[in-house]
């Protein structure tokens, strides 16, 4: 499975953005993907997953919760992050990542395809 991420950009403290990631290749019916970030200097860290096991449902980092929202539509093989509102310490490169099985995930571990990432810069 190939991952496409984009709808990076520069964005003041407070604006929005909607990130979208492609998956293409071999999936199922069943799939969970997520979206992890990495800002200079930290380690990777997760953001939110969505699970398409048994319906869909989501999980999220206690930092962005009430502030992201990830979907998906699964007739496009596409799983997006909105983004409001967006603090300077979100700026980071954002990766999604894909899991064969539909249980979301907040370990890298368990994703087996990652996008190349798109940069989020937030400035205050």
């Known amino acids: 499975v190939q991952l496409q991420a984009s709808g990076g950009g520069l964005v003041e403290a407070g604006a929005s953005l909607r990130l979208s990631c492609v998956a293409s290749?071999?999936?199922?019916?069943?799939?969970?993907m997520a979206w992890f970030r990495q800002a200079p200097g930290k380690e990777r860290e997760f953001v939110a997953a969505?699970?398409?096991?048994?319906?869909?449902?989501?999980i999220y980092a206690d930092s962005v919760k009430g502030r992201f929202t990830i979907s998906r539509d699964g007739a496009k093989n596409t799983v997006f992050l909105e983004m409001n509102p967006l603090k300077p310490e979100d700026s980071a490169v954002y990766y999604c990542?894909?899991?064969?099985?539909?249980?979301?995930?907040?370990?890298?571990?368990?994703?087996?395809?990652w996008g190349q990432g798109t940069l989020v810069t937030v400035s205050s």
């Open positions: 969505s699970s398409g096991w048994r319906g869909f449902s989501t």
């Open positions: 290749g071999r999936t199922s019916s069943s799939y969970s």
């Open positions: 990542a894909f899991r064969l099985s539909g249980l979301g995930s907040r370990h890298e571990v368990d994703y087996s395809s």
